[in-house]
């Protein structure tokens, strides 16, 4: 089983604060994705990877950056988070055009 | 909006009866999926139809695809109060893999 795991389950950071967050599979699926999930809005793209050190804006990457040095792990790095940045973050991984599986979620509140 | 409009927004039965979400789309797609969450933690995949298919089975679910009038149906039979969860569609338009989603219906199972 394709196993998909997030560094916090919970993460709570001041506004201001550079905040990491990470992903990592174990199953060497070459795409990589960074979601966030908010009320009545959905999922919605934020980056996504397909392959080591290659990276594409999705649909709402301001205020976001992210890195991939090595296939299995995949960061989303908030530069100086604000209160709207207040989120449920998904991260999913994928190979070969077919389904996403992913991690448990980290849920962030930026205070 | 390019998302998959989902209706019914939430829907609650009793257990035993059927459940039906519908997901409506204006892309084209290469293929559209199926994904249920539980409270608070990750998205699961459920099914995958591709755009040249009609419908697909897998236990209790049964999926319809109708791409003359851009939408799908998830049908899950016998429902359990385990199968309490919100359940997305996504779509699959392009090959780098990346999904769409939509916002989602929240089935709510009684025991």
């Known amino acids: 089983d394709v196993k998909v795991t997030q560094s916090s389950r919970y993460l709570v950071k001041r506004t201001g604060e550079k905040v990491f967050l990470e992903c990592v599979q174990d199953m060497d699926h070459e795409n990589m994705f960074w979601y966030r999930q908010d009320p009545g809005l959905g999922l919605r793209l934020i980056y996504f990877s397909y392959d080591v050190k290659m990276k594409e804006k999705g649909d709402i990457p301001e205020g976001y950056s992210v890195s991939r040095e090595k296939k299995e792990r995949f960061s989303l790095i908030l530069e100086s988070a604000s209160t709207n940045q207040t989120s449920m973050y998904l991260c999913?991984?994928?190979?070969?055009?077919?389904?996403?599986?992913f991690g448990p979620g980290t849920r962030l509140t930026v205070t | 909006s390019q998302q998959g409009e989902e209706d019914p927004q939430a829907l609650s039965i009793q257990e035993g009866e059927n459940a039906t979400m519908n997901c409506s789309y204006k892309?084209?797609?290469?293929?559209l999926q199926w994904y249920r969450q539980n409270s608070g933690r990750g998205l699961v995949h459920l099914i995958l139809i591709r755009s040249n298919e009609r419908e697909k089975h897998s236990g209790r679910l049964r999926v319809t695809l109708d791409t003359s009038k851009k939408s799908s149906s998830l049908l899950i039979t016998a429902s359990r109060a385990a199968d309490t969860a919100s359940y997305f569609c996504?779509?699959?338009?392009?090959?780098?893999?990346?999904?769409?989603f939509g916002q989602g219906t929240t089935l709510q199972v009684k025991p």
């Open positions: 892309t084209s797609i290469n293929n």
């Open positions: 996504a779509l699959g338009s392009s090959n780098t893999g990346k999904l769409i």
């Open positions: 999913a991984t994928q190979s070969g055009g077919r389904e996403q599986y």
